[in-house]
């Protein structure tokens, strides 16, 4: 293999790695979605399988967080607006309403089946 190979190979285990980790964080509660959102090593993954880590939500759930954030379910975090990513911050619980703005947007959150968990 060439050097150029190698060091792409590493690259891409060291983002894998860390990719893993953020997932194995969110699932223990030790990181929030916001700072796993914010994280610009993760804009290739999908913001489906992000929130599919955070406890208490499943499939389900994680879909209904995207169509009231008007994300299509193969979006990536790269993809996503920074409303976007504050609205799903919102409905996991990992960050508190400051714009005025996103009142609508939190009416329709507030219509997602956290009734059901």
């Known amino acids: 293999m060439t050097p150029q190979h190698m060091r792409a190979l590493d690259m891409a285990h060291a983002t894998n790695t860390r990719r893993a980790?953020?997932?194995?964080?969110?699932?223990?509660?030790r990181m929030?979605?916001?700072?796993?959102?914010?994280?610009?090593?993760?804009?290739?993954?999908?913001?489906e399988t992000m929130l599919l880590a955070v406890p208490r939500i499943g499939k389900a759930?994680?879909?209904?967080?995207?169509?009231?954030?008007?994300?299509?379910?193969?979006?990536t975090i790269g993809s996503a607006t920074d409303r976007q990513?504050?609205?799903?911050a919102i409905a996991c619980g990992g960050a508190r309403e400051?714009?005025?703005?996103?009142?609508?947007?939190?009416?329709?959150?507030?219509?997602?089946?956290?009734?059901?968990?």
């Open 98 to 117: 400051t714009d005025a703005g996103l009142a609508d947007a939190l009416q329709r959150l507030s219509a997602l089946a956290f009734e059901d968990a």
């Open 85 to 88: 990513k504050h609205m799903i």
């Open 21 to 29: 980790h953020v997932r194995a964080e969110l699932k223990a509660g």
């Open 32 to 47: 929030t979605i916001a700072q796993a959102l914010d994280d610009p090593l993760l804009a290739g993954v999908r913001v």
């Open 61 to 75: 759930q994680a879909r209904r967080i995207l169509a009231a954030s008007d994300l299509h379910d193969r979006r």
